[in-house]
């Protein structure tokens, strides 16, 4: 059986108070897992670290493992494996790519389609789109071929949106002077007292 990824993006929110408003975002990622696995070996890669203040012992990434494991419960062909060592969308890819690689070995990887799936929220389209990009199509790439899948359930608060809007100002920042990425990532760590050499 061939095998292919799908990567869950985590969100802070998911482990918060306001969880209820990802609940159909988490129902959304088991419902096309489900349909993949009639197919592939799917490798489902949760992404998203320690970023919730109130709670630091719980990542987004394993919260959602727990969760999807228990609405998967009678599916087959799947294996659920965290990522929780990423701060923000773009290490949530750089990371979940780290471990696509190291999967690699053993396995019969779909080719001729997509054979990665990233599931998101739509509102962090135009940022996904750009970080997907530069992760897995820049330098020629040719061994994954990836698929974005955005979830338009979500609402969001008027000042999300704005955050949303400044985190992709930032990011357009961030491809022009890339140092600019290294400060904000070390004011993150700062932020959530996380050793930057455990998560690197």
């Not at 197919?39 to 709670?55: A, D, E, M, Q, S």
């Not at 992709?168 to 890339?178: E, L, M, N």
Request: charge should be positive.
């Amino acid at each position: 059986m061939q095998t292919i990824f799908v990567i869950v993006l985590g969100y802070e929110g998911i482990i918060k108070d306001d969880y209820l408003r990802y609940k159909e975002y988490i129902k959304f990622a088991c419902l096309l897992i489900r349909k993949l696995t009639d197919k592939y070996f799917v490798k489902v890669i949760v992404c998203g670290g320690h970023t919730n203040l109130k709670n630091p012992n719980v990542s987004e990434a394993k919260f959602l493992r727990d969760i999807m494991r228990r609405r998967l419960k009678r599916t087959h062909n799947y294996v659920i494996i965290p990522e929780d060592k990423s701060l923000d969308k773009k290490e949530n890819l750089a990371f979940a790519k780290k471990i696509m690689q190291k999967e690699l070995k053993g396995i019969k990887l779909a080719k001729n389609t997509e054979n990665v799936f990233i599931i998101c929220d739509s509102m962090q389209n135009i940022q996904i789109n750009t970080d997907a990009r530069n992760c897995f199509a820049a330098n020629g790439n040719n061994l994954f071929k990836y698929k974005i899948v955005f979830y338009n359930g979500i609402k969001h608060s008027f000042w999300q949106i704005i955050g949303q809007i400044m985190a992709t100002i930032k990011d357009w920042f961030c491809q022009i002077c890339p140092w600019i990425e290294d400060e904000f990532i070390h004011l993150r760590e700062l932020q959530l007292h996380v050793n930057h050499k455990d998560r690197i």
